[in-house]
């Protein structure tokens, strides 16, 4: 009786290790699979930071290294054509918070401070509907490319990138991430500065000041005047001038009627209303540094 027992237990000891080992023999590396013949475009990613060794992994051809995105997957291991891995990011993809919180265990911080309640977390979008893990050069990070990504989705700023006055976006010398944080920012419209206008003076530093007399709403906010993404008019005016002005300028020390066309033809046009542009005279309409410039006219 207690020999059979002493028998069993040491077979079961003995099993135990020896069916662990045979599941582990089914149990292929990913590579053994997925070889450059078979996936080629898998193999992009030892062209990048991820599978180029910075990552830290001692060996990035090891399973241990895919199965940081796509998780152990042992099941698809031992039986792929019925198993799917654990984590996927293509077609069949697995839920945008599984995909995420795979990335976010290496990324979260920095610029990923804001991800959770932002409007693109919000929106269920991916990070890998954004980058691409596989190629040697993702897209997203590339000035020259980056805003096809975006106006795939963002069609209006698409369309207002090609007005005759936009910022050079399309041309590659501004993305919009000098802008925006697409991972969130305390700031409203996700903005990279901590205000609207600290996100423009990071460029335009000579709009910052400080004057000697200001021009309130230049002080205020740049977005008053200016629309970032384009417009039908110069400097990216979101209105022409004089009515630019005259949103807020209505009953100045100038003539209070609108400086439109009901003056004209001829006969009746009086000096305030040719050469009327409010910037002939008003020409410092960021603010002054001119001992007399008060009226922001030098
Ligand atoms: C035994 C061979 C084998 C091993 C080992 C293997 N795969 Fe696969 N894998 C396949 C095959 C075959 C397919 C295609 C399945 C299909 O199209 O239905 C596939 C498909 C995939 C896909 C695409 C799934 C989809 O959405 O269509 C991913 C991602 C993947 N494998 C990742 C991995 C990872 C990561 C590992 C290691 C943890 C791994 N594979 C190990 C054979 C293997
Ligand atoms: C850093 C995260 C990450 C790592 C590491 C990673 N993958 Fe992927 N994998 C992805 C993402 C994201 C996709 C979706 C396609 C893309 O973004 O390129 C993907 C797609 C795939 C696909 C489907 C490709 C297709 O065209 O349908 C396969 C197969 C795959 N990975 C296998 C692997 C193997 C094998 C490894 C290890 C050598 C690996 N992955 C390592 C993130 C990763
Ligand atoms: C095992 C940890 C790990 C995981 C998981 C991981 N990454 Fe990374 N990733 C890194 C490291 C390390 C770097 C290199 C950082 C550096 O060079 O500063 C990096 C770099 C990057 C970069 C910058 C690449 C460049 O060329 O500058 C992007 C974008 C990125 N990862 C996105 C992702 C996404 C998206 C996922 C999920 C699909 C992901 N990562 C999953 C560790 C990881
Ligand atoms: C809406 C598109 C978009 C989404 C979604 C997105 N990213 Fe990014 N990501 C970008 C862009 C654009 C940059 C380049 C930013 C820059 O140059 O400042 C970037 C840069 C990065 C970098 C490299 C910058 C660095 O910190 O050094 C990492 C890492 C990264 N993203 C990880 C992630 C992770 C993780 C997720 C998902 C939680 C994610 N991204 C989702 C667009 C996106
Ligand atoms: C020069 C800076 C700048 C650049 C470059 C820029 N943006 Fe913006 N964007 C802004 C500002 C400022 C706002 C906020 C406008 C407001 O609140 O009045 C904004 C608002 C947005 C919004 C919120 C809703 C809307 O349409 O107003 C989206 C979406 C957006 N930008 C997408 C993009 C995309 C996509 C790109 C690149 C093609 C881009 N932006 C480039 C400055 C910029
Ligand atoms: C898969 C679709 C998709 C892609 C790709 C995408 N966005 Fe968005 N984005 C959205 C949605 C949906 C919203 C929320 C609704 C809206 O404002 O249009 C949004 C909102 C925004 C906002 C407003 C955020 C806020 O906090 O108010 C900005 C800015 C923005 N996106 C910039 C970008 C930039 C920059 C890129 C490229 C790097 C990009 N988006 C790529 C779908 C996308
Ligand atoms: C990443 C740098 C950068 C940031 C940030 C930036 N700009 Fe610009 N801005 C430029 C460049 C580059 C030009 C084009 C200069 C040229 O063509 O000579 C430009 C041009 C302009 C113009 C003149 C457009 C024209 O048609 O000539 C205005 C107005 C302007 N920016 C306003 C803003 C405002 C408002 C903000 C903040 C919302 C801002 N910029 C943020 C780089 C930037
Ligand atoms: C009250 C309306 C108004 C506000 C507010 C305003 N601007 Fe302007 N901006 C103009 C007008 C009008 C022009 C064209 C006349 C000129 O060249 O000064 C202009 C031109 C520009 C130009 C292109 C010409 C140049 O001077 O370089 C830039 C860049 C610019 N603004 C940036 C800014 C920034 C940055 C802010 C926020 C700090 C801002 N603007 C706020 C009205 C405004
Ligand atoms: C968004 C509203 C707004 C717009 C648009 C605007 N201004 Fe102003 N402007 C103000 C405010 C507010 C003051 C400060 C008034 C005060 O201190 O009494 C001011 C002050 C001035 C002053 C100095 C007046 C004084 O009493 O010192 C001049 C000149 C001026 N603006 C010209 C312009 C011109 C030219 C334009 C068009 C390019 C313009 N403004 C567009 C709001 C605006
Ligand atoms: C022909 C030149 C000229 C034109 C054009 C002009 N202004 Fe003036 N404006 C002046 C001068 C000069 C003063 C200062 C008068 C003074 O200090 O007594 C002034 C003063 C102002 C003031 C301060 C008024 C006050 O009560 O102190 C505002 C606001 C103003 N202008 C707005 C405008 C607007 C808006 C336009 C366009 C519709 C415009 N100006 C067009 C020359 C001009």
Known sequence: MMMALTRSLLCMLLMLPLALWA??????????????????????????????????????????????????????????????????????????????????????????????????????????????????????????QQADTCFGCHRDVQAKSHLPSTHPVVAGQVSCSDCHNPHGSPTPSSLTGVTLNDTCFSCHAEKRGPFLFEHAPAAEDCGLCHDPHGSVNRDLLTSRTPFLCQQCHSAAFHPSQLMDGSGLPSGSSNMNLLGKNCLNCHSQVHGSNHPSGGRLTR
Do not use: Y
């Open 23 to 144: 599941q582990a023999e089914q149990e292929q590396g990913c590579l053994q699979c997925h070889t450059l013949q078979v996936s080629p475009a898998v193999h992009g990613i030892f062209a990048n930071h991820h599978g180029a060794g910075k990552n830290g992994a001692t060996n990035n051809e090891s399973s241990a290294f895919c199965s940081g995105c796509h998780g152990a997957s042992e099941q698809h291991r031992s039986d792929p054509l019925k198993q799917l891995p654990d984590i996927r990011f293509g077609d069949q993809a697995s839920s945008p918070e599984q995909q995420n919180a795979a990335c976010l265990g290496c990324h979260k911080g920095q610029e990923r401070m804001a991800w959770v309640g932002s409007l693109h977390q919000q929106e269920d979008l991916s990070c890998a509907g954004c980058h691409s893990l596989h190629s040697a050069q993702d897209q997203v990070l590339s000035n020259g």
